[in-house]
């Protein structure tokens, strides 16, 4: 019996472990160090792609900023509610192929994003500019 429930509760932590995913609301770190929260971002899977809309906020006073810089459908658009990651693909344990956009200065930047192998509630973020990137590391938002 006592095998029975160490057998049972290995396998549902696995299962547990394996079906963690990239959809979720995530935490932008403003800053790693002291936990501050930028925004809060919610991926979701649309017509077999992944996309990330900001829904969150935390500075009030940032609230009803647009983005100024944007271009096309962006151009002046709220800030808040805009699809910041774009048609992502998933290839194995990453997905490839998106993009994401900067909101602070309008720029779009071929992406990837992935779980944390030794961590499932970090996605990593990576943007890059030709062979030069940048890899932010955003936290599960756990409800």
Do not use: A, H
């Amino acid at each position: 019996m006592k095998y029975l429930f160490l057998t049972l509760t290995f396998l549902v932590f696995s299962q547990v472990t394996v079906s963690q995913s990239v959809l979720g609301k995530w935490k932008v770190m403003k800053d790693e160090e002291t936990g501050e929260v930028r925004s809060i971002i919610n991926i979701y899977e649309d017509e077999g792609k992944v996309n990330g809309k900001l829904i969150e906020i935390m500075d009030k006073s940032k609230v009803d900023n647009l983005c100024l810089n944007c271009e096309g459908e962006n151009k002046d658009k709220r800030i808040l509610g805009l699809v910041l990651l774009k048609d992502f693909e998933k290839e194995q344990n990453e997905y490839v192929n998106g993009t994401v956009l900067n909101p602070d200065d309008g720029k779009v930047y071929k992406s990837k994003i992935w779980i944390e192998e030794d961590n499932p509630n970090v996605l990593n973020v990576r943007g890059y500019i030709g062979i030069f990137y940048k890899t932010m590391k955003w936290r599960r938002l756990l409800e």
